[in-house]
């Protein structure tokens, strides 16, 4: 079965601060995708980020970049010189499209909190 | 481009009440999820539809959940005899079949925060 670990709960930063969310996942499935969700104090759920298995290229968006390592199976998620306006919580999920499943599995979230 | 809405966005009940709550996708896509997400967790797949057909339900959906989505448009969430275990935050989201970059990105609604006394 599938499982996504987000062993950081919580993480204070200081603003302009570099920050590491790691996210570990299991799954038998060849093909699938991972994902980086925000979830701000408004509660809406905003995507980030899609990756393909197989595609392990790392991708950067602003101060945003993801490290994708099928080797370990982790998708890290790297915040440049953070922002107040990062405090949320993150989540990341993983589908397995090879099974022709279409729900997402989440991790249990990190808090971040950035202080300024 | 218009979001996922949900309504209500907040619904206080009694135990014991029924609940519905209704989620419009993004008018361009054709697959439409439910999930819940109690405090602390992140969000639990409930169900999904591909146009009106729901094509997959998670053990968590009890025989006091339904959901129908009519005409493949918008979708509503029935809870009946609610208990306190259903207080909850219920996030709808959708998603596009079509081939293309954004593939089964799913995008989410602001969500339904349920609070069963």
């Known amino acids: 079965a599938q499982k996504v670990t987000q062993a950081q709960t919580e993480i204070s930063v200081v603003e302009k601060e570099d920050v590491t969310l790691d996210c570990v996942y299991e799954?038998?499935?060849?093909?699938?995708?991972l994902f980086w969700y925000k979830q701000p104090p408004s509660g809406e759920l905003v995507f980030l980020i899609r990756r393909n298995s197989f595609d392990e290229q790392n991708e950067i968006s602003g101060r945003y970049s993801w490290n994708f390592q099928k080797s370990t199976s982790s998708f890290n998620f790297t915040i440049t010189a953070s922002q107040v306006v990062d405090s949320a919580v993150y989540f990341c999920?993983?589908?397995?499209?090879?099974?022709?499943?279409?729900?997402?599995?989440f991790g249990s979230g990190t808090r971040l909190q950035v202080q300024p | 481009d218009t979001g996922v809405s949900q309504d209500p966005r907040h619904k206080i009940t009694k135990r014991g009440q029924n609940v519905t709550f209704r989620c419009d996708p993004i008018?361009?896509?054709?697959?439409l999820y439910w999930y819940r997400q109690t405090l602390g967790q992140g969000p639990e797949f409930l169900t999904y539809?591909?146009?009106?057909?729901?094509?997959?339900k998670s053990r968590l959906l009890s025989d006091r959940f339904s959901a129908e989505r009519p005409k493949g448009s918008f979708s509503t969430l029935e809870i009946q005899r609610t208990e306190q275990g259903d207080s909850a935050m219920y996030l709808c989201?959708?998603?596009?079949?079509?081939?293309?970059?954004?593939?089964?990105?799913?995008?989410f609604g602001p969500g339904t925060r349920l609070t069963v006394l």
């Open positions: 999920a993983l589908s397995e499209a090879g099974t022709g499943r279409r729900a997402l599995t």
């Open positions: 989201a959708s998603s596009s079949s079509l081939a293309g970059i954004r593939t089964d990105t799913q995008y």
């Open positions: 539809f591909q146009n009106e057909a729901q094509l997959e």
């Open positions: 799954t038998r499935d060849t093909t699938y995708y």
């Open positions: 008018s361009e896509h054709n697959r």
